[in-house]
C-alpha cells in the first residue's frame, strides 16, 4: 500500500512538471538604452533591469502562466525584429499608430499619455506648439511627437537618438525648445532647474504590445491579462510606483482605485541626474561597471576577431578571381568589391539580418553580425591583396616561370609571401578600424561594449566619464594587435 502511495506521488509531480514546462517562455524585446522610467538598468544593481513597462510585462507573464525572457534591441528594429521571429513581443514605449497597424499587430493599451513641451527656464517667448515659428525644436526620431511637429509647427525641427541629449542641448541654449512623451520630460526635464514644461497637453499617445501578424492569438492573451491587471488594480500600483499617474492618465485610462502617486523612484532618479559625486565616488562607481564593460569588451572583440578571420578569406577569394579568373569571373569579384564598399556596413547588416528571412535564410544574430562584417571588410582586403600582388616585380614571376613552377607554387612561394610584406599595414589597420565598427551589430539584438556603454549612461547621466572609459577599453583591445603588426613587419624585414 505504502509503494502505491509513493507511485501515485511520483505520478503527481512528473504530471505537474509536464504541465509546468507546457508553455514557453514570453520573450519581450525593448530597448534598455530608453532610459527612466520605461526600461533601463538599475542603479543599486547594474547587472539587473527595471522600470515601468519591465513591472508590467513581468505582472503580464505571470498572469499568463509564462517566465519572462528580456532580449535587447535597437529601438528602431524592435518591429522588423517580430517578422523574424526573434521574440514573441515588444513592448518600449511603441505608440499605436495607424502606420504601425500595417504592419504588426497591438494589444490594448497599457498606458495613455500625451506630448509635452520643454523649454529653457529662462525663455519667455515659447509657451505652446503655436509659438514655434521662428524657433528650433527637437524631438526623438520616428516618434509621434515628431509627426505632430511635421504637421503643425512652423519651426525647425531637429531629430535626435537620445532625450537626454535634446534636453541638454536646450539648457545649453543650442535648441530653444524638446517635444516629447510626457514620461520622458517628467524624468529628464522636470528635475532640471534650467528647464522648465510648457503648454497644454498635446495630442494622445496611446503605448501598446507590438506582436507578429503571424501570431494573432497573441492578442487575446495579452488582452485577458492586461485586463486582469486593471481590474485588480496591479496596473495602478506600478504606474503609482513610478510616478506616472497624471490626471489625463488616469481619466483616459479609467483608473477607479484612487491611488496617489510614489515618488521615490522618480527622486531616486532625479538625485542621480542633479547630484554633484566626488572623484573617489565615481572612480569606485567605474570599478563597479567595469566587470559589465569587460564582458561587453569580450564579445566586441570576439566578433571582430571571427569577422576579421572571414573578411581575410573572403578577400583573398575574390582578389585571385578578380586577378586570375576568366573574364566572367573576374568581373563577378570586381562587381561585388565595388558593391561591398559602396554601400554603408548598416544597411547590409539590415539585409543580412532582416532582409534574408524574406527568402528563407534565416542566420543567428551573431552569425548575421560576423558575416555582415566580414563580408563587407573582405571587399577592402580584396583591393589589398590586389595592390600587394601587383607591387610584386615582374622580374621576380619571370623567374618563378624560368623555374618550371607550377601557377599555385609560384604564388605561394614567390608571389604571395612578397606581396604579404605590402598587404600587412592596412589589413592591420582595417582591422582596428572592424573593431570601432563592431558597434553596429546592436541594431540586429547584439550585446557588445557600445551597447552597454549607452545603456549604463543613460542610467547614470553620465555620456563624458563612461564615454572616456569606453574609449580607453577600445584603444586597450586595438593597441596590442598595432604593436604585434609592428612586430611582424619588423621580422619579415629581416628575412628580406
Same mark, same amino acid.
Given at each position: 500500500?505504502?509503494?502505491?502511495?509513493?507511485?501515485?506521488?511520483?505520478?503527481?509531480?512528473?504530471?505537474?512538471?509536464?504541465?509546468?514546462?507546457?508553455?514557453?517562455?514570453?520573450?519581450?524585446?525593448?530597448?534598455?538604452?530608453?532610459?527612466?522610467?520605461?526600461?533601463?538598468?538599475?542603479?543599486?544593481?547594474?547587472?539587473?533591469?527595471?522600470?515601468?513597462?519591465?513591472?508590467?510585462?513581468?505582472?503580464?507573464?505571470?498572469?499568463?502562466?509564462?517566465?519572462?525572457?528580456?532580449?535587447?534591441?535597437?529601438?528602431?528594429?524592435?518591429?522588423?525584429?517580430?517578422?523574424?521571429?526573434?521574440?514573441?513581443?515588444?513592448?518600449?514605449?511603441?505608440?499605436?499608430?495607424?502606420?504601425?497597424?500595417?504592419?504588426?499587430?497591438?494589444?490594448?493599451?497599457?498606458?495613455?499619455?500625451?506630448?509635452?513641451?520643454?523649454?529653457?527656464?529662462?525663455?519667455?517667448?515659447?509657451?505652446?506648439?503655436?509659438?514655434?515659428?521662428?524657433?528650433?525644436?527637437?524631438?526623438?526620431?520616428?516618434?509621434?511627437?515628431?509627426?505632430?511637429?511635421?504637421?503643425?509647427?512652423?519651426?525647425?525641427?531637429?531629430?535626435?537618438?537620445?532625450?537626454?541629449?535634446?534636453?541638454?542641448?536646450?539648457?545649453?541654449?543650442?535648441?530653444?525648445?524638446?517635444?516629447?512623451?510626457?514620461?520622458? %520630460? *517628467?524624468?529628464?526635464?522636470?528635475? +532640471?532647474?534650467? =528647464?522648465?514644461? #510648457?503648454?497644454?497637453? !498635446?495630442?494622445?499617445? /496611446?503605448? @501598446?504590445?507590438?506582436?507578429?501578424?503571424?501570431?494573432?492569438?497573441?492578442?487575446?492573451?495579452?488582452?485577458?491579462?492586461?485586463?486582469?491587471?486593471?481590474?485588480?488594480?496591479?496596473?495602478?500600483?506600478?504606474?503609482?510606483?513610478?510616478?506616472?499617474?497624471?490626471?489625463?492618465?488616469?481619466?483616459?485610462?479609467?483608473?477607479?482605485?484612487?491611488?496617489?502617486?510614489?515618488?521615490?523612484?522618480?527622486?531616486?532618479?532625479?538625485?542621480?541626474?542633479?547630484?554633484?559625486?566626488?572623484?573617489?565616488?565615481?572612480?569606485?562607481?567605474?570599478?563597479?561597471?567595469?566587470?559589465?564593460?569587460?564582458?561587453?569588451?569580450?564579445?566586441?572583440?570576439?566578433?571582430?576577431?571571427?569577422?576579421?578571420?572571414?573578411?581575410?578569406?573572403?578577400?583573398?577569394?575574390? %582578389? *585571385?578571381?578578380?586577378?586570375?579568373? +576568366?573574364?566572367? =569571373?573576374?568581373? #563577378?569579384?570586381?562587381? !561585388?568589391?565595388?558593391? /561591398?564598399? @559602396?554601400?554603408?556596413?548598416?544597411?547590409?547588416?539590415?539585409?543580412?539580418?532582416?532582409?534574408?528571412?524574406?527568402?528563407?535564410?534565416?542566420?543567428?544574430?551573431?552569425?548575421?553580425?560576423?558575416?555582415?562584417?566580414?563580408?563587407?571588410?573582405?571587399?577592402?582586403?580584396?583591393?589589398?591583396?590586389?595592390?600587394?600582388?601587383?607591387?610584386?616585380?615582374?622580374?621576380?614571376?619571370?623567374?618563378?616561370?624560368?623555374?618550371?613552377?607550377?601557377?599555385?607554387?609560384?604564388?605561394?612561394?614567390?608571389?604571395?609571401?612578397?606581396?604579404?610584406?605590402?598587404?600587412?599595414?592596412?589589413?592591420?589597420?582595417?582591422?582596428?578600424?572592424?573593431?570601432?565598427?563592431?558597434?553596429?551589430?546592436?541594431?540586429?539584438?547584439?550585446?557588445?561594449?557600445?551597447?552597454?556603454?549607452?545603456?549604463?549612461?543613460?542610467?547614470?547621466?553620465?555620456?563624458?566619464?563612461?564615454?572616456?572609459? !569606453?574609449?580607453?577599453?577600445?584603444?586597450?583591445?586595438?593597441?596590442?594587435?598595432?604593436?604585434?603588426?609592428?612586430?611582424?613587419?619588423?621580422?619579415?624585414?629581416?628575412?628580406?
Amino acid at each position: 500500500m505504502k509503494m502505491i502511495k509513493i507511485a501515485f506521488l511520483l505520478l503527481g509531480l512528473i504530471s505537474s512538471n509536464s504541465f509546468a514546462g507546457d508553455l514557453p517562455p514570453l520573450k519581450w524585446a525593448a530597448d534598455a538604452k530608453s532610459g527612466a522610467p520605461y526600461m533601463f538598468v538599475d542603479p543599486n544593481d547594474p547587472k539587473k533591469f527595471i522600470g515601468f513597462e519591465y513591472d508590467i510585462m513581468e505582472k503580464l507573464a505571470e498572469k499568463m502562466g509564462r517566465k519572462l525572457v528580456f532580449v535587447q534591441n535597437e529601438w528602431e528594429s524592435l518591429v522588423p525584429g517580430l517578422d523574424r521571429d526573434d521574440y514573441d513581443v515588444a513592448a518600449n514605449g511603441l505608440e499605436i499608430t495607424p502606420e504601425r497597424q500595417e504592419q504588426v499587430l497591438f494589444s490594448k493599451p497599457y498606458y495613455i499619455t500625451f506630448e509635452q513641451m520643454v523649454v529653457n527656464a529662462n525663455n519667455q517667448s515659447i509657451h505652446s506648439i503655436d509659438d514655434l515659428s521662428g524657433h528650433s525644436v527637437g524631438t526623438l526620431k520616428a516618434s509621434l511627437a515628431q509627426h505632430i511637429l511635421e504637421k503643425n509647427a512652423k519651426g525647425e525641427i531637429k531629430f535626435y537618438e537620445e532625450e537626454s541629449e535634446g534636453y541638454k542641448d536646450v539648457e545649453n541654449g543650442r535648441l530653444d525648445s524638446f517635444f516629447v512623451d510626457y514620461p520622458i %520630460a *517628467l524624468y529628464y526635464a522636470v528635475p +532640471n532647474p534650467k =528647464l522648465k514644461s #510648457v503648454g497644454p497637453a !498635446v495630442g494622445k499617445i /496611446l503605448y @501598446g504590445i507590438a506582436i507578429s501578424k503571424k501570431h494573432p492569438e497573441l492578442v487575446e492573451q495579452l488582452n485577458q491579462a492586461t485586463d486582469q491587471m486593471i481590474q485588480s488594480g496591479d496596473l495602478e500600483k506600478i504606474l503609482s510606483k513610478w510616478n506616472l499617474l497624471h490626471p489625463f492618465v488616469i481619466q483616459e485610462m479609467g483608473l477607479k482605485f484612487d491611488v496617489t502617486n510614489d515618488r521615490a523612484e522618480f527622486q531616486k532618479m532625479a538625485a542621480l541626474q542633479t547630484k554633484s559625486i566626488s572623484l573617489k565616488e565615481r572612480l569606485v562607481r567605474y570599478g563597479t561597471l567595469m566587470p559589465l564593460l569587460l564582458k561587453g569588451a569580450a564579445r566586441s572583440l570576439q566578433i571582430s576577431i571571427v569577422a576579421m578571420f572571414v573578411a581575410i578569406s573572403f578577400g583573398l577569394l575574390l %582578389a *585571385l578571381m578578380r586577378l586570375y579568373g +576568366n573574364r566572367g =569571373l573576374s568581373f #563577378v569579384a570586381q562587381s !561585388v568589391i565595388e558593391l /561591398l564598399r @559602396g554601400t554603408p556596413l548598416l544597411i547590409q547588416l539590415y539585409l543580412i539580418f532582416f532582409g534574408l528571412p524574406y527568402v528563407g535564410i534565416h542566420l543567428d544574430p551573431f552569425w548575421a553580425a560576423i558575416f555582415g562584417l566580414g563580408f563587407n571588410y573582405g571587399a577592402y582586403e580584396a583591393e589589398n591583396y590586389r595592390a600587394g600582388i601587383e607591387a610584386v616585380p615582374k622580374s621576380q614571376i619571370e623567374a618563378a616561370n624560368a623555374l618550371a613552377l607550377s601557377p599555385s607554387h609560384r604564388f605561394i612561394h614567390v608571389i604571395f609571401p612578397q606581396a604579404y610584406r605590402i598587404i600587412l599595414p592596412p589589413m592591420t589597420n582595417d582591422f582596428i578600424s572592424l573593431i570601432k565598427d563592431s558597434s553596429l551589430v546592436s541594431v540586429i539584438t547584439m550585446v557588445e561594449l557600445t551597447t552597454v556603454y549607452s545603456q549604463l549612461a543613460s542610467t547614470y547621466f553620465d555620456h563624458l566619464g563612461l564615454g572616456i572609459l !569606453v574609449a580607453l577599453i577600445y584603444f586597450a583591445i586595438g593597441y596590442p594587435f598595432v604593436r604585434l603588426a609592428r612586430q611582424l613587419e619588423k621580422n619579415l624585414k629581416r628575412k628580406i
